[in-house]
């Protein structure tokens, strides 16, 4: 039995013998870019590491694209487009499916990987990325022939380039959500991966020519900040789609409004989750720890200020830190371990920061983990801060961390204006046991997505994407290929 500092006694965590993920994947010393169907040297000669987060080892050298690259990718994106576009609609049904496939056939080498360069538990990368990835290839191949139904007027026609920049968070998932709508609407791509985890997309690039997609129609430019930034401002582009931060969001769309390019924009958040008295408290301490632990917080809709009633809250944070104690951290490849390393050096510093903030502001912390961590690696226990002032920067700013930011509320109508009260809107949890409740608080959140006594679920079908700050346009259902359709 250990105690807590806030006084909670818990059982000491129960200990699992070492499960590590069997299979070994081949990673290239170095890779290069994937150009009008052929693997090319970027043009600087340039490259930079991608390391496993969680030993800090180097994988691989990564291909370095600069403005030239760029321009060469966009040429072969544009040969590629006409012949693309007027392929009959169930032929490209049948490159979509047949991309699926091969991605469900690869699933264990890929979930491998990605859980490699990016530092995601293994049981997340095998049950959600991977699985939801060849979800939305096989769902976009089912629209290919049926897009007259999918628009207005019933004239659907692709809208020709699509430039397409994602983060590290879910690399081969964001992947899968921008490459999927974009194509089965008969548009040609130019992708663009994040720095620290462009492994899982190189190796969709293999997938993609095992299944003879035809060359250019799905170009992959690895690189950093600056390849991106080529990538968005060219003028052969004809839509820009970007998920990422807030603030390069807001560059993006400065430079697209100068040149009148198509653009969605999928930024951060700061979404609430909200406990009502009468809910399921044990369940909802579930869809907490999902809200906010899920991917080590590295999730734009992660719950990261939990509203919780106030006849309850005594009772909610006692089991909050009772279920946080029992979180594994440590090898990602593990497939007994909850939380993973965090992505990068860099982003360490900032949740570290952030934490330090929190406290320096009066914030109470709790970070009840008693296991030792990995010596080397990135790595943040869960932790949770109470005595927490919508006025504090732990209860405004995305820290993109296993970070929460736990209040009380009296009234709906408190809780309604609290959860509110951000620039953001990308998501929203309500607990309750009254449905009435539910549609009433649902409807009132500034929020693309509200979950009802679940959280952060995925499905190819349900459109996702924000209000205010957190971007806008969708991604995934009918919706999301109004994005890709001329209108
Ligand atoms: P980021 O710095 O905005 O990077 C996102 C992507 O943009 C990366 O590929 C990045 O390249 C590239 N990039 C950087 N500067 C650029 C520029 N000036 N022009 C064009 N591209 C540029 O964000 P991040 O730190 O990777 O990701 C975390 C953020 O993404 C969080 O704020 C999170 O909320 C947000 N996010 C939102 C969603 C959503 O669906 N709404 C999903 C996931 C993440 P480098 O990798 O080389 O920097
Ligand atoms: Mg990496």
Redesign the pocket.
């Known amino acids: 039995m250990a105690e807590s500092p806030a006084g909670t006694v818990f059982p000491a965590t129960w200990e699992y013998s070492p499960a590590p993920e069997s299979l070994k994947v081949e990673v290239p010393g170095s890779t290069k870019l994937f150009i009008g169907g052929q693997w090319v040297d970027p043009h600087s000669r340039r490259r930079f590491p991608s390391i496993n987060p969680a030993t800090e080892a180097s994988l691989s050298q990564i291909a370095e694209g600069d403005a030239h690259d760029v321009d060469a990718a966009v040429a072969a994106a544009r040969r590629a487009f006409k012949p693309w576009s007027k392929l009959p609609a169930s032929e490209r049904a049948k490159y979509l499916y047949r991309i699926a496939r091969r991605i469900q056939e690869r699933a264990r080498e890929l979930a491998v990987l990605e859980t490699m360069d990016g530092g995601k538990p293994i049981r997340e990368s095998r049950d959600v990325d991977v699985p939801l990835a060849a979800q939305h290839f096989f769902h976009h191949a089912g629209w290919c022939d049926k897009l007259r139904y999918a628009v207005p007027g019933g004239n659907p026609r692709p809208l020709g380039v699509c430039a397409q ?6 690399p081969l998932l ?1 992947a899968a959500w921008k490459l999927a709508p974009a194509l089965a609407c008969g548009n040609t791509v130019v992708l ?5 985890t462009s492994l899982t997309a190189i190796r969709l690039a293999e997938i993609l020519q095992e299944c003879e997609l035809p060359p250019g129609v799905v170009n992959i430019v690895t ?3 600056a ?3 080529a ?2 401002e060219h003028a052969g582009v004809d839509k820009v789609a ?8 807001k ?2 769309a400065k430079a697209c409004a100068a040149r009148g390019t198509r653009l969605t924009l ?4 700061k979404s609430p989750n909200i406990i009502f008295a009468d809910a399921a408290i044990d369940q909802a301490i579930e869809g907490i720890v999902q809200g906010i632990w899920f991917n080590q917080g590295h999730v ?2 992660a719950g990261s200020r939990l509203f919780v009633e106030e006849s309850v809250l005594a009772e909610v944070t006692r089991k909050l830190e009772l279920r946080m104690a029992s979180l594994r951290v440590g090898d990602p490849l593990d497939k007994n371990t909850d939380i993973g390393a965090i992505n990068s050096k860099g982003q360490l510093a900032t949740i570290l920061g952030y934490i330090d903030a929190g406290q320096k502001e009066g914030c109470t912390v709790c970070q009840p983990g008693a296991q030792a961590l990995p010596a080397k690696g990135f790595w943040c226990r869960p932790t949770f801060f109470t005595g927490v002032q919508p006025s504090h920067v732990v209860a405004r700013e ?1 820290i ?1 961390g296993p970070v929460l930011a736990v209040m009380s509320f009296r009234t709906p109508e408190e809780a309604i204006t609290r959860a509110n009260n951000t620039p953001y809107g ?1 998501a929203a949890g309500v607990w309750t046991d009254k449905g009435s409740k539910v549609f009433d608080v649902a409807r009132r959140l500034q929020a693309g997505v509200v979950w009802c006594n679940t959280y952060n679920q995925f499905d190819a079908t349900s459109p ?1 994407g ?1 209000f205010k700050e ?2 806008f346009g969708r991604e995934g259902g009918v919706h999301g290929l109004a994005g890709y359709l001329a209108e």
């Open positions: 920049v994602i983060p590290w968070n879910f964001m663009k991966p994040a720095e620290t690189g950093a900040g390849t991106g930034k990538l968005v970007f998920t990422g931060s807030t603030e390069v969001g560059l993006i999928e930024l951060g958040g734009c809709c995305e993109f990308l996702f924000g957190s971007g």
